[in-house]
């Protein structure tokens, strides 16, 4: 059967033109189907660089750079990448939280949230009935840390009861073990080095004009000056801690 069958079919012959045609179809559609294979690739690698690059990008967006600690009660902490922006607002206490709360300052540049906080209700009033305000700057990256250092020194000048200086990075996790922002526990470690018998809950429960204040009560005072006696923003507090870099007046 197979025999008459492949003798029913021998005198068909293909053409050669349609031989040829059919040749060149097979190949133009090997050939799409190749450059289909490497479009998708291409699409694939290039679909997986920008995958690659916004994680980067990402990664170096929420990295911590410096972090800039306001302190008046309320605390709070504004945390800055290497762009300038905020990238995380911490409050303590209740109040701290409510003031981070009432202000809009995610990613924001570091100068328009340090201007929201400072010229704040919250902040303005409690410097009109004579308390204490301390911006601390936590260096991480050192060029961007004075550059922070000098601006906050710069838009409170003239200001009074106002004191501006760096802190020292190795020092960021003790605060935060001891539930203190960055800049009451510069003061609280004055204390604690002159033989204060103050508590860091106690502490963190006290505006920075009590503290300064404590310091003077005691006669604790860092820099062996009359804390009360400033003039102008001006005042003689250094604290522990700040590794040569010292006190700017504001």
Known sequence: M??????AFRPIRAEEALKARTLENVLEAAARRRRLRVKRLSLCAAAGCCCLLLAVLCGMYFTPTSVISIDVNPSLELTVNRFDRVIAVNGYQEDGEALAASLDLLHLSYSQAVDRVVTSQTVTECLARGEWLSIAVVEMDEAQGEEILQYVSHCTAGTQNV?????AREEV???HDHGLSYGKYQVYLDICAQGGTLTAQEAA??????LLDQLQEDGLSAAGEDQSGSQGGQNGWQGQGFHGRGHHGC
């Open 2 to 7: 197979e025999h008459k069958i492949a003798e």
């Open 163 to 167: 004191s501006c200086h760096a802190v």
């Open 205 to 210: 429960a006290m505006t920075m004009r009590e």
């Open 173 to 175: 996790a003790q605060a």
